[in-house]
C-alpha cells in the first residue's frame, strides 16, 4: 500500500502489516496506509476477511505523539477507524506486544481480536495530559463493561492478555500473530460469526444505565489519587457518556474534550516529559554500540531504609538480591521492616496477598561482606559518611569477582574519592535512588571520572529493568537533585529562624503541588542523616541540631519536626517543636516576625532555579531536560508544571528552536536570592510558577 502498510493475500485472507518502526506509531503514513489496505481488501472480492498486523517488536503504539500541535492530516483516526469497523468482511486485529492508546482504538473497531499471551492492551492518553480520542472511551466500555474501561482509561495502566480475554477485549490468546491470526480469520469464515461492531452492542452497558452508581463508584476509586490534573477527569466523564449520550454524538464529545486537552498546558507539559525522560535514557560521551555488562545476581549492603528500599525494588522486579548487613540484629530489623511495608500495601490491595511473601523470598539476608562474592552488580547503602564509605569499598574491592560493577547509593559524596581506594575504579559509580527506594522512579546514575562507559551503560540499563528511570550526573556536592535542594533547603531553615512553622512551610510547598514541604521530606528521610553529614563536615544547624539532640529524627522516632501517631505516616503539628524553635531564637537573641505565604514560594523556588542553571554551566546535567526528569521522577514535582518552554514538543525541538532551557533552568544564572526581598517578576508570574517564560524573566527588579 505505501512503505509503511504492506497488504497481502493468503486466498481468502487478506493481511494488513504496519511497519513503522519503532513502535509502530499512527503517522500520517500509516493511518493512510491502513484505510487504503482496509479499503482495497474490503472491495476486493476474492478476500473474505482481513487480518490487520503489526511487525517489529509490538502492535501499534498509539498515536504519533510528534504528530500533536502541528496541522492535521488526512485521514484522521477516526476515519481510520469507521473504514475498518464498516467494512463488510470480519477485520481481525492480530495483537503482540502494546496495543496502546490510539493502537488499541484500532484493534476496537475491528469486528474481532486474538493476542499473544504477553501482550498488554491499554488506553493510556491520560499519563500524556488527555483522553482516548478516537472513540476509545465509547468502544472499550462496551467491550469490557464501563467499571473496567473507566478504570483503564483513568489509570493508564494496562492490562494482560489473560486479564483481557477473561473481560472480553480479545476472544482468543494466539501462539503467534502471523499464524494465530490467520487461523482465527479461517474459523470466524467457518463458523459464519456475525460481525461485531462495538458501536452498536449496548450489552455490557446495561447493569450500569439501571445503576448508575455502578460507574460513580468506580470512577471514583480510579480518581482517588489525582492530584489536579484535568486528564482524568474529562476521560471519566467521557466514559460515563456511553450510559446516556448516543454514540455518534459521545464521538463528537470526546474529540472536542481530546482537542481542548491536547491544546492545553498541562498535557504540553506531560508530552515533554514523556520525550524528556526517553531522552534522559541517551547517555552522551559513550561510544556507540556499548554494551551493558550483563547482571544475572545483585548484592545490596546495608539492610537500613535505603538498602532495604533498594532490595523491595529489586524484587519487585522478580530480580534475586542479596541484602548483606554487618551483624544478625541489623539485618533481622530490616527484613522486618521490608515484610511490613510489604504487608501494608498487600492489605491496601496494592498487591496480591500472596506477594509480600513471593517477594520477600527473593531477598536473602545475610551477614558479612564477603557475600558480595558472585554479584555481578554490588550497591552500597551505608552509613553517609565518607570514612565507612571508602572501609565498605575497600572490602568491596577485595571480595567482589573482576568486571562487577560497585556501585555507591551515597546522595552526597564524591564518588572519584570513593571509587579511588578501590583498584577498579573503572567499574566504580553512583547509583543514588530516592527515597522511599521502592516507591520513587529516579535513579541518578553518577559518572566518576574513571567510570568505564560500559559500567555506566550497565547501571542505566539495570535501573530501566528495575523500572525506574535512569538520569546521569556529574559528580559534585549532592549531584543534581540534593544540590537544589539543598538550597531549598538553607532557605526553609532560614525561614524558621525569621518566625514560619514547619507546617506553614511545608503548606505552601504542597499547595504548589509537591507532595510533600521540606519538613515532611526530612522527616521521612531521617533527620539523622543530615546531622551525622553535618558533624562530620563541621557544619552546626541550630534548630536541625536541636531536635535531633532530643532524639527526634523524623518518622523514624515518630518524632522530627512533626509527630506521628503509631503506624502513621501523617505529619501533625507539634508545640513542643514549636517552642524548641522559640527556645532557639530566644537563645540566638533573634526576633520572629510575620513570613507571607507569597514570600516562602519564592523562597523555596528561586534558589534552586538558580543552581539548576549552575549544574548546567558546569555540565554536571547534560540537559536542561534531565533536570526536569530528575524534580519529576525523584521529587514528585507536578507534572502539570513541567516546563511550558516544552510547549509539548520533545527536548531536542525545544533546543532547535533556540528558546533552551526548561523552565525550572531557564532562569538567568544569579537571580540572587540572598538579596530577598526584591521582586524578581511581575505578579501573575509569582502567582503561578508554571508560567515561566523562556527566557527567564519578565521585569520586575
Ligand atoms: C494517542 O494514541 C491518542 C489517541 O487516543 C487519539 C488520537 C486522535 N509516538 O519508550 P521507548 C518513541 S496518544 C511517537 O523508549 P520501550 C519514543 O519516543 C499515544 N513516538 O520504548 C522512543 O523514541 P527514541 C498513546 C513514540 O520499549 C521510541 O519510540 N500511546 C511513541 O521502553 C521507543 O520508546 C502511548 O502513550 C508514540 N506514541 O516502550 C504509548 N511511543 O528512541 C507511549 C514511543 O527516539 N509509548 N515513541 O527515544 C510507550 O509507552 C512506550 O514507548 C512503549 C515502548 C511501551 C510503547
Known amino acids: 500500500m505505501n512503505e509503511v502498510v504492506k497488504l497481502e493475500r493468503s486466498d481468502a485472507i487478506a493481511v494488513v502489516t504496519i511497519n513503522n518502526p519503532p513502535v509502530n506509531a499512527l503517522s500520517a503514513a500509516v493511518r493512510r496506509g491502513i484505510f487504503d489496505a482496509v479499503k482495497s481488501a474490503g472491495g476486493d472480492p476474492q478476500v473474505q476477511a482481513i487480518v490487520l498486523t503489526c511487525a517489529g517488536r509490538t502492535f501499534i503504539a498509539g498515536a504519533d505523539i510528534t504528530e500533536f500541535g502541528k ?56 499519563k500524556l495530559g488527555l483522553l482516548p480520542g478516537a472513540g476509545g472511551t465509547q468502544r472499550l466500555p ?24 477473561k473481560n472480553g477485549l480479545i476472544e482468543e490468546i494466539v501462539e503467534s500473530t502471523a499464524a494465530g491470526g490467520e487461523a482465527f480469520a479461517r474459523k470466524v469464515l467457518a463458523e459464519k460469526r456475525p460481525l461485531r461492531r462495538l458501536r452498536d452492542d449496548d450489552s455490557k452497558l446495561v447493569a450500569a444505565k439501571a445503576d448508575r452508581s455502578i460507574f460513580t463508584n468506580a470512577a471514583a476509586a480510579a480518581n482517588k489519587r489525582n492530584r489536579g490534573l484535568e486528564a482524568p477527569l474529562a476521560c471519566a466523564e467521557a466514559v460515563s457518556w456511553t450510559l446516556d449520550v448516543p454514540f455518534d454524538e459521545a464521538l463528537k464529545k470526546e474529540r472536542e474534550s481530546f482537542l481542548r486537552l491536547v491544546s492545553g498546558d498541562q498535557s504540553k507539559a506531560q508530552r515533554y516529559a514523556f520525550f524528556s525522560e526517553r531522552e534522559a535514557a541517551k547517555v552522551s560521551g559513550v561510544p556507540e554500540g556499548t554494551k551493558p555488562r550483563p547482571v544475572e545476581r545483585v548484592a545490596i ?43 501494608a500495601t498487600a492489605a491496601r490491595g496494592g498487591i496480591a496477598a500472596d506477594a509480600p511473601a513471593k517477594r520477600m523470598a527473593l531477598i536473602n539476608g545475610v551477614v558479612g561482606l564477603e557475600n558480595v562474592k558472585g554479584a555481578d552488580l554490588i550497591i552500597e547503602a551505608v552509613f553517609e559518611t565518607m570514612a565507612v564509605k571508602k572501609e565498605v569499598f575497600t572490602a568491596i574491592d577485595a571480595y567482589a569477582k573482576p568486571g562487577a560493577v560497585l556501585a555507591s547509593n551515597t546522595s552526597y559524596l564524591n564518588i572519584d574519592q570513593i571509587a579511588a581506594v578501590t ?10 535512588f530516592f527515597s522511599p527506594a521502592n516507591v520513587m522512579k529516579l535513579c541518578e546514575i553518577v559518572r566518576a571520572e574513571k567510570t568505564a562507559p560500559d559500567a555506566l551503560m550497565t547501571a542505566v540499563a539495570i535501573a530501566r529493568r528495575i523500572a525506574k528511570v535512569p538520569a546521569v550526573v556529574g559528580v559534585c556536592d549532592g549531584f543534581v537533585g540534593n544540590r537544589m535542594l539543598a538550597q531549598r533547603g ?32 526530612g522527616d521521612l528521610a531521617g533527620l539523622d542523616i543530615g546531622w551525622r553529614s553535618r558533624k562530620d563536615r563541621g557544619i552546626k544547624s541550630e534548630i536541625a541540631d536541636a531536635l535531633c539532640e532530643a532524639g527526634r529524627f523524623g518518622q523514624k522516632t515518630q518524632k522530627g519536626y512533626y509527630k506521628y501517631e503509631a503506624g502513621s505516616r501523617a505529619p501533625l503539628p507539634d508545640p513542643e517543636v514549636e517552642k524548641l524553635i522559640g527556645e532557639t531564637l530566644q537563645r540566638l537573641g533573634r526576633k520572629r516576625r510575620a513570613v507571607s505565604d507569597e514570600e516562602i514560594l519564592e523562597r523555596m523556588m528561586y534558589p534552586m532555579i538558580n543552581e539548576g542553571a549552575r549544574i548546567l554551566e558546569e555540565k554536571i546535567a547534560a540537559r536542561p531536560s534531565d533536570i526536569d526528569v530528575i524534580w519529576l521522577y525523584g521529587y514528585g514535582w507536578p507534572i502539570y508544571r513541567a516546563p511550558r518552554a516544552g510547549r509539548g514538543r520533545t527536548p531536542s525541538e525545544v533546543r532547535r528552536s533556540g528558546e533552551g532551557a526548561s523552565r525550572l533552568s531557564a532562569a538567568p544564572p544569579h537571580l540572587n536570592i540572598s538579596a530577598y526581598p526584591s521582586p524578581l517578576w511581575g505578579r501573575d508570574e509569582r502567582s503561578s510558577l508554571s508560567g515561566w517564560p523562556a527566557e527567564g524573566r519578565s521585569g520586575g527588579g
Open 490 to 521: 538553607k532557605q526553609a531553615e532560614k525561614l524558621l529562624f525569621e518566625g514560619a512553622l514547619p507546617q506553614q512551610v511545608d503548606a505552601v510547598v504542597t499547595k504548589f503541588g509537591m507532595p510533600m514541604g521540606p519538613f515532611a521530606m
Open 301 to 343: 549492603i546495608g539492610a537500613g531504609t535505603m538498602g532495604g528500599g533498594i532490595a523491595m525494588s529489586f524484587a519487585n522486579a522478580g530480580i534475586p538480591v542479596t541484602l548483606i548487613e554487618t551483624g544478625e540484629e541489623q539485618l533481622k530489623r530490616g527484613m522486618g521492616v521490608m515484610q511490613k511495608n510489604y504487608e
Open 71 to 126: 496541522p492535521p492530516q488526512s485521514p484522521s483516526l477516526g476515519e481510520v477507524i469507521s473504514e475498518i469497523e464498516n467494512c463488510p468482511k470480519p477485520v481481525i486485529a492480530a495483537i503482540h506486544g502494546t496495543a496502546l492508546g490510539g493502537g488499541l482504538e484500532v484493534a476496537l473497531g475491528a469486528h474481532f481480536r486474538v493476542a499473544t499471551k504477553d501482550a498488554k492492551l491499554g488506553l493510556p492518553e491520560v
Open 142 to 165: 462496551r467491550a469490557v463493561g464501563p467499571e473496567l474501561a473507566v478504570k483503564m482509561i483513568v489509570t493508564g495502566d494496562p492490562i494482560g492478555a489473560a486479564e483481557a480475554l
Open 423 to 432: 583498584k577498579r575504579p573503572q567499574d566504580v559509580l553512583g547509583m543514588h
